[in-house]
């Protein structure tokens, strides 16, 4: 009994669903529209973070980015924007957003990212 509760469990968890994650929005930095580089992770628990794609905006700071993931319960994407604004010359920022979970399988539409913010998880790279 114990058995057969144990195998129907790992059937159930070891049901891995392709889920795809878009992230749309402009960054900007001072008021105006900035050029950014933008790349998509998913976080796991124990493996390192899966990079899924990445783009780089275009002059309007404008960009959308897409990527999937075949997983077992929910994927947990994030976006990494790596960009100059505020940042220390020859510096560059890394911020970090989570894409609400509600999103998932749909589009996070950011519309526009101040860059000026500095996010939870914020890292300046010279
Ligand atoms: C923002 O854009 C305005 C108008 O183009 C420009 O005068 C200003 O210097 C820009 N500010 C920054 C911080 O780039
Ligand atoms: C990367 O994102 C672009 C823009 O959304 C999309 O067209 C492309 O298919 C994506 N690539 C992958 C591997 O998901």
């Given at each position: 009994m114990f058995n057969l509760l144990l195998l129907t469990c790992f059937v159930f968890l070891g049901h891995a669903e392709l889920q795809h994650s878009t992230v749309r929005g402009?960054?900007?930095c001072s008021k105006n529209r900035t050029t950014a580089k933008v790349e998509l992770y998913e976080?796991?628990?124990?493996?390192p973070d899966d990079f899924l794609n990445s783009t780089i905006t275009n002059s309007a700071g404008e960009f959308e980015l897409s990527g999937s993931e075949d997983e077992?319960?929910?994927?947990d994407p994030y976006i990494i924007i790596i960009h100059q604004c505020n940042a220390k010359n020859n510096c560059y920022r890394f911020s970090k957003y989570y894409v609400p979970q509600s999103t998932i399988n749909g589009v996070y539409e950011m519309t526009f990212i101040s860059l000026d913010i500095?996010?939870?998880?914020?890292?300046?790279?010279c």
């Open positions: 402009i960054t900007m976080a796991d628990t124990l493996d077992i319960g929910s994927i500095i996010t939870a998880d914020d890292r300046e790279r």
